[in-house]
């Protein structure tokens, strides 16, 4: 005679009869629940679904740098700006002396507000500083040649400096008396 285990489980049997009921649902008083949870299983037999699980592979790194890249320039161009202020373009104003209209770029003198150009020009240059400065880590690899060092560092010198000064003269353009 064998010895009853203090844990006894249902064998699958394939039988989804009354084995297969947990400890939990046997405690429920309603006969219909019952019928409804055994019914169905006495006759039908669910399906062996053979289903495959997409595979998902992950972006290459240039695509998920390339896709930062993109989301820093829109988000630093004031994007989010552009598409709830909706302002032009660009600019026009009148020239005193000879009445002719000339387009602006820069909306001088209003720290909040800017022009579409201006914001997509300003994260130009913000951007080319990034660039810069990943263009210098790049310049420090060992493994590189010497040439290619030298031409990285340039460049990266090179976009840091012309990113500083432009926008600094963009700085100066919007707010006319700033740092003097």
Same mark, same amino acid.
């Given at each position: 005679?064998?010895?009853?285990?203090?844990?006894?489980?249902?064998?699958?049997?394939?039988?989804? !009869?009354?084995? !297969? +009921?947990?400890?939990?649902?046997?405690?429920?008083? %309603?006969?219909?629940?019952?019928?409804?949870? &055994?019914?169905? $299983?006495?006759? =039908?037999?669910?399906?062996?679904?053979?289903?495959?699980?997409?595979?998902?592979?992950?972006?290459?790194? #240039?695509?998920? $740098?390339?896709?930062?890249?993109?989301?820093?320039? /829109?988000?630093?161009?004031?994007?989010?700006? %552009?598409?709830?202020?909706?302002?032009?373009?660009?600019?026009?104003?009148? %020239?005193?002396?000879?009445?002719?209209?000339?387009?602006? @770029?820069?909306?001088?003198?209003? @720290?909040?507000?800017?022009?579409?150009?201006?914001? =997509?020009?300003?994260?130009? /240059? $913000?951007? +080319?500083?990034?660039?810069? &400065? &990943? +263009?210098? %880590?790049?310049?420090?690899?060992? #493994?590189?040649?010497?040439? *290619?060092?030298?031409?990285?560092?340039?460049?990266?010198?090179?976009?840091? *400096? +012309?990113?500083? *000064?432009?926008?600094?003269?963009?700085?100066?353009?919007?707010?006319?008396?700033?740092?003097?």
């Amino acid at each position: 005679m064998r010895a009853k285990s203090d844990n006894p489980q249902p064998q699958a049997t394939g039988d989804y !009869s009354t084995s !297969s +009921l947990s400890s939990a649902t046997t405690t429920s008083i %309603d006969p219909i629940y019952h019928i409804l949870r &055994i019914l169905p $299983f006495s006759f =039908l037999r669910p399906p062996r679904l053979r289903l495959k699980l997409p595979s998902l592979s992950l972006p290459s790194p #240039n695509l998920v $740098f390339a896709f930062v890249l993109l989301t820093y320039f /829109m988000v630093v161009s004031g994007i989010v700006y %552009d598409i709830i202020v909706e302002p032009p373009g660009i600019g026009s104003t009148q %020239d005193p002396y000879t009445g002719a209209v000339r387009p602006v @770029v820069f909306m001088s003198g209003r @720290v909040n507000g800017q022009y579409i150009i201006e914001g =997509l020009s300003s994260g130009f /240059m $913000f951007l +080319l500083g990034g660039i810069g &400065i &990943i +263009l210098l %880590d790049l310049a420090l690899d060992r #493994n590189r040649p010497r040439t *290619v060092k030298s031409s990285y560092a340039a460049a990266g010198i090179s976009s840091v *400096v +012309l990113s500083y *000064v432009m926008s600094m003269l963009f700085v100066r353009i919007k707010i006319p008396a700033y740092l003097r």
